[in-house]
């Protein structure tokens, strides 16, 4: 084949292909312009399968008003927020979600549709360094799913993201806690407040993996406080590092960290006047 040849074949198939898109944007520019209804909702539902979403939500937003109070108004509502969720536009998909459960509370997409506002905000939950609030408002979500239908489609996933929520919120307070720890006496007594928020992160996850790790931050911020006593309290706040020696290790016998709680409790124990 020469190359002259092969030259314009490429050529030919550069215009094939471009009439072609020429042809499909018309297309879609003159559904827009169109006041046929029912062919907007069926070309949105095929741009939604070839995952063409914007088109999709475009399509579908231009025709929600004029079905409005028919038998296809849910069907636009549930498409338009699965658009927006599968183009990962979570905040606007739960809004168009939250909104088809108000509509369509007994609708045949109501169960999913609960389920999916708290998978939203599940889904725009940040880092646990970052702010929380996207993590408490899909708790409450699930909660109030699980609530309606507690042997509901979704439920086991339901719970199963709902542990893994309420653990980001227990490592975001072990970090709050340890970030007091490492700050020390800088401006202040940091321990005590590593004490009381590793605490409070103890009482609201009781059964975190991040438990140990918490109780272990109160044993070694109980001791540096002894540490950096004055001496007229010393003793004493060792002995109260010893008594958190004792409750740490009844818990947590026979793990790594427990090593580190026995050399804290041994130090302790030679301020302490038997």
């Known amino acids: 084949m020469s190359i002259q040849i092969f030259t314009m074949q490429k050529t030919i198939l550069y215009f094939l292909i471009s009439m072609l898109l020429l042809s499909s944007c018309n297309s879609y520019d003159k559904l827009l312009k169109s006041n046929d209804s029912m062919a907007k909702l069926d070309a949105a539902k095929e741009y939604y399968k070839k995952k063409k979403y914007i088109k999709a939500i475009t399509l579908l937003e231009s025709v929600a008003p004029n079905f409005k109070g028919t038998d296809k108004s849910e069907e636009v509502l549930y498409l338009t927020a699965k658009a927006n969720f599968d183009n990962k536009d979570y905040?606007?998909?739960?809004?168009?979600f939250s909104t088809y459960t108000k509509t369509f509370p007994r609708g045949i997409n109501a169960d999913e549709c609960w389920y999916m506002v708290g998978f939203c905000a599940y889904k725009d939950s940040p880092d646990a360094r970052l702010d929380q609030a996207p993590t408490i408002e899909a708790i409450g979500a699930f909660d109030e799913y699980l609530q309606i239908y507690p042997n509901g489609k979704y439920?086991?996933?339901?719970h199963t993201y709902l542990n893994e929520l309420y653990e980001?919120?227990?490592?975001?307070?072990?970090l709050n806690a340890k970030l007091y720890y490492d700050l020390g006496n800088y401006l202040g007594n940091n321990y005590l407040s590593a004490v009381i928020t590793a605490n409070n992160a103890i009482?609201?996850?009781p059964n975190s993996k991040y438990k140990e790790q918490?109780?272990?931050l109160i044993l070694k911020s109980k001791y540096k406080q002894a540490q950096l006593s004055v001496e007229a309290k010393k003793e004493g706040r060792y002995r109260e590092t010893i008594d958190e020696y004792y409750s740490f290790i009844s818990e947590f016998p026979n793990t790594e960290a427990s090593?580190?709680?026995?050399k804290i409790f041994k130090t302790s124990k030679e301020f302490v006047k038997d």
């Open 91 to 96: 905040f606007t998909a739960s809004n168009y």
């Open 203 to 205: 009482k609201s996850y």
């Open 214 to 216: 918490l109780a272990l």
């Open 259 to 262: 090593k580190e709680a026995e």
């Open 168 to 174: 980001k919120l227990a490592y975001k307070a072990y």
């Open 155 to 158: 439920a086991t996933e339901a």
